[in-house]
């Protein structure tokens, strides 16, 4: 299974970024898949997540109205669609697949699958 995120980048504060999140040699349709984040010196966090068939989504607080979580199953990837982007919001951002379905778990030990990471960075 591999999973590459990509989309991060530098962007001044109020502006956009869109991740995206791309699967190879496998579905995820039956897949729970969530963004995470982990700022230097913090642990991981989720972000969004969104169930398998994309219906049910959930945020953290702190990104509720600016981001939204988007899957598209035929093509095998997941978005995540940035805006009002803030300084605080800097970090790597991970893609990730709980091939469970379960929906859904916010800590990162029940996700199997993992992106590399994409780095966003805020400026103020």
């Known amino acids: 299974v591999q999973l590459q995120a990509f989309g991060g980048g530098l962007v001044k504060t109020g502006g956009s970024l869109r991740l995206s999140c791309a699967a190879s040699?496998?579905?995820?349709?039956?897949?729970?898949m969530a963004w995470f984040r982990q700022a230097p010196g913090k642990e991981r966090e989720i972000v969004a997540v969104?169930?398998?068939?994309?219906?049910?989504?959930d945020y953290v607080e702190s990104v509720k109205g600016r981001f939204t979580i988007s899957r598209d199953n035929a093509r095998n990837t997941l978005d995540l669609q940035m805006n009002s982007l803030k300084p605080e919001d800097s970090a790597v951002y991970y893609c990730?697949?709980?091939?469970?379905?379960?929906?859904?778990?916010?800590?990162?030990?029940?996700?199997?699958?993992w992106g590399q990471g994409t780095l966003v960075t805020v400026s103020s």
């Open positions: 990730a697949e709980d091939e469970s379905g379960a929906f859904y778990y916010s800590e990162p030990n029940h996700y199997e699958y």
């Open positions: 040699r496998r579905t995820l349709i039956d897949s729970t």
């Open positions: 969104v169930n398998w068939s994309g219906a049910s989504t």
